[in-house]
């Protein structure tokens, strides 16, 4: 079953900027579909934005025009640039991959905390 492990969260101040790194096991370039999805407390885990093998993305509304989902199949890596960070996006951010049917099928790990207060 495919890994997948977060890191890259922190505390910033609205307003700034943070990138978030998701390292999966074995082959990232095996999977088509990778997306990061979010969640804050008292709240249903949200997808925020996928990324396709060719480089395909879509984005929430909710963080179109800020975050930039991207991904080095040769590092096995995906990133999710975050930046006009706001309180509201203060939640824990998870990675996942995709079947076809946009079911995510690996194992969910630990997530990263990204917190945006002032």
């Known amino acids: 079953q495919v890994q997948l492990v977060e890191s890259g969260g922190g505390s910033v101040q609205p307003g700034g900027s943070l990138t978030l790194s998701c390292v999966v096991s074995?082959?990232?370039?095996?999977?088509?579909?990778m997306a990061w999805y979010r969640q804050a407390p008292g709240k249903q885990r949200e997808s925020l934005a996928t990324?396709?093998?060719?480089?395909?993305?879509n984005y929430a509304d909710s963080v179109k025009g800020r975050f930039t989902i991207s991904r080095n199949n040769a590092k096995n890596t995906m990133y999710l640039q975050m930046n006009s960070l706001k309180p509201e996006d203060t939640a824990v951010y998870y990675c996942?991959?995709?079947?076809?049917?946009?079911?995510?099928?690996?194992?969910w790990g630990q997530g990263t905390q990204v917190t945006v207060s002032s």
């Open positions: 996942n991959s995709l079947t076809p049917t946009g079911t995510p099928f690996g194992s």
């Open positions: 990324i396709t093998r060719i480089g395909i993305t």
């Open positions: 074995g082959s990232i370039f095996s999977i088509d579909v």
